[in-house]
């Protein structure tokens, strides 16, 4: 009886309470109050010392929606109960907000509403301002950026050109997910199930020319800055493993009959005596080059367009059975004579290693998989710790981190990292390999093939080749269409330039920018003084 009470007690309390508490007229009165005292920004002064300085960064909203969604203030409110408690412990706070208002959902939604990018990002951004602003999270709006603004954009394509001065950004042709339907590269988080998150089209793989960042060029600093940085360590693990540096040999074997050969990469050389195939990926340089010479190029023809239907995320799938094509090839390995035959298999990626390896099944889980699957042979080289000397049959035999070497020649006995520097020291005497460093970390492609970003400022020139545009003319600013064309842009664009038309970041770069007699259209033109990509 006395909980009843109680209850009802309370419940009172809280009726009269909240009909009483007129919140919208309080907050107002707040939120009017913390703007006309600038409550929230921030001047740099040179007397505050840079330990009572502290600088807070929310992910800055896709404005490519009619409004916020839960998620937004969810992690809004977490920054802004940080911020104000850092100001009331006296330090200076910088809690800005912007609008990262490039990319393809701001163009996919402005396609399904029929209208232009710029007319749905600004009012959407004004709507997303508005409910930001009345749920009065501290920012400080005198700092506001909206990266499809020609005043920030300007700034992307300064770093840009930054980087490409530095032979940091270049391009390549590479293998990309491309969805049909929204004619653009997608990244693999982008693919669910082989279909495009958000138009739900086929996925394929192609062929395309691509701008990237080299990002590879810092991966050891980027490696040793992990041990200056307090984080938790399964973070630091991984980014270690995300970069996932590896240490290894190049070794090339000769193809049987032919004046071919075939280079893979391998951490394990040590078990080069149990090696038994090699797979290449179907996508390889190798195949390119070796593929009207395959005595099985019919079937190799019907795996590889099977195989580049794929993503990568779906050929990386945990537990998928693996799958490989004979090529008719046999390589040779050097240290037994034995024939090794040569697969393509889609669990091998061009852009890891040299793209190819060598199957070593007995002391490697794929390669055991891949073998079992195929009924190729599996040998023992190395002996575990639980003696286990008999022949491979199960996938809890394969040992692949301790063991002393057995049926290896002149490695037998040895413990198989002082196996492992005797081989490579062999292997590289013979020159049959050299040691080599790799990273499982990739270049960073950066390009996409939409409208809605900012242009690349390289000029594409028949006779000079590429260019990049003075810094003093910076910005280019984006071609502008009106909004019965919008929806026409992309199947409108030359084919070339629909090779790399922006950078997806905040660096988000559309069309790169021809100067081509041979298409009758300017790509960069002047219009009032300024550089227009056309």
């Known amino acids: 009886m006395k909980n009843i009470i109680s209850l009802c007690v309370l419940s009172i309390f809280c009726y009269s309470f909240f009909t009483m508490y007129d ?26 010392p840079r330990k009572n300085r502290r600088y807070v960064l929310d992910m800055f909203p896709y ?24 100001r009331m412990r006296g330090y200076h706070v910088l809690h800005p907000m912007g609008w990262d208002s490039f990319g393809l959902p701001a163009e996919n939604y402005a396609i399904k ?47 840009f050109l930054f980087f490409y001065k530095r032979n940091l950004a270049y391009r390549k042709k590479a293998p990309v997910n491309w969805c049909v339907s929204c004619q653009t590269v997608l990244a693999r988080e982008q693919v669910v199930q082989g279909r495009c998150e958000r138009c739900k089209s086929e996925v394929i793989q192609k062929e395309l020319e691509q701008w990237f960042f080299k990002i590879t060029e810092y991966a050891d600093r980027l490696l040793q800055g992990l041990d200056t940085i307090d984080w938790p360590e399964s973070i630091k693990l991984m980014q270690r493993n995300w970069i996932g540096k590896s240490e290894g040999v190049n070794i090339t074997y000769t193809i049987d009959g032919t004046d071919k050969t075939v280079t893979v990469f391998t951490t394990r050389p040590d078990t080069n005596f149990g090696a038994t195939f090699i797979t290449v990926a179907p996508d390889s340089s190798f195949v390119k080059e070796c593929f009207t010479l395959f005595p099985e190029q019919a079937n190799v023809a019907k795996y590889v367009e099977s195989a580049l239907r794929k993503t990568e995320l779906e050929r990386m799938a945990e537990g998928r059975v693996k799958t490989g094509v004979f090529t008719g090839w046999y ?3 050097q240290l037994n004579g034995k024939r090794m035959p040569v697969y393509i298999s889609d669990f091998v990626f061009s852009t890891v290693g040299t793209g190819a390896v060598v199957g070593v099944p007995g002391h490697d889980l794929r390669d055991f998989e891949f073998a079992q699957t195929l009924n190729l042979e599996i040998i023992r080289v190395v002996v575990g710790e639980d003696g286990d000397i008999s022949s491979i049959t199960r996938a809890e035999q394969v040992q692949e981190e301790k063991g002393v070497m057995i049926n290896s020649g002149f490695l037998d006995g040895l413990e198989i990292n002082r196996a492992k520097d005797q081989i490579t020291k062999y292997i590289e005497e013979n ?30 020139c028949d006779s000079c080749g590429e260019a990049p545009v003075p810094e003093e003319s910076l910005p280019v600013l984006l071609k502008k269409f009106s ?44 219009e009032n003084g300024v550089l227009v990509a056309g």
């Open 23 to 48: 919140h919208k007229s309080i907050e107002q009165k707040w939120q009017k109050l913390w703007a006309e005292r600038r409550s929230y920004e921030v001047v740099e002064e040179d007397e505050i």
């Open 331 to 333: 390589a040779i390995n």
């Open 431 to 460: 020159g049959w390999g050299k040691r080599v460093t790799n990273y499982k970390l990739r270049d960073w492609l950066i390009s996409r093939q939409r409208y809605w970003g900012a242009p690349i400022p390289i000029i594409y």
């Open 483 to 526: 909004q019965s064309v919008m929806p026409k842009v992309r199947q409108s664009i030359p084919t070339r330039v629909r090779h790399a038309r922006h950078i997806c970041m905040f660096f988000v770069v559309p069309v790169p920018l021809y100067r081509s007699e041979k298409y009758k259209r300017v790509c960069i033109k002047e």
């Open 113 to 159: 509403e029929g209208v232009h990018p710029r007319e749905s990002t600004w009012k959407n951004i004004e709507t997303f301002r508005r409910q930001i602003q009345d749920i009065g999270f501290s920012y400080d709006w005198s700092r506001e950026i909206n990266t499809a603004s020609p005043e920030y954009y300007r700034w992307t394509q300064w770093f």
């Open 63 to 86: 404005p490519s929606a009619a409004g916020l969604h839960v998620g937004h203030p969810e992690g809004y409110t977490a920054t802004d109960i940080y911020s104000r408690y850092l």
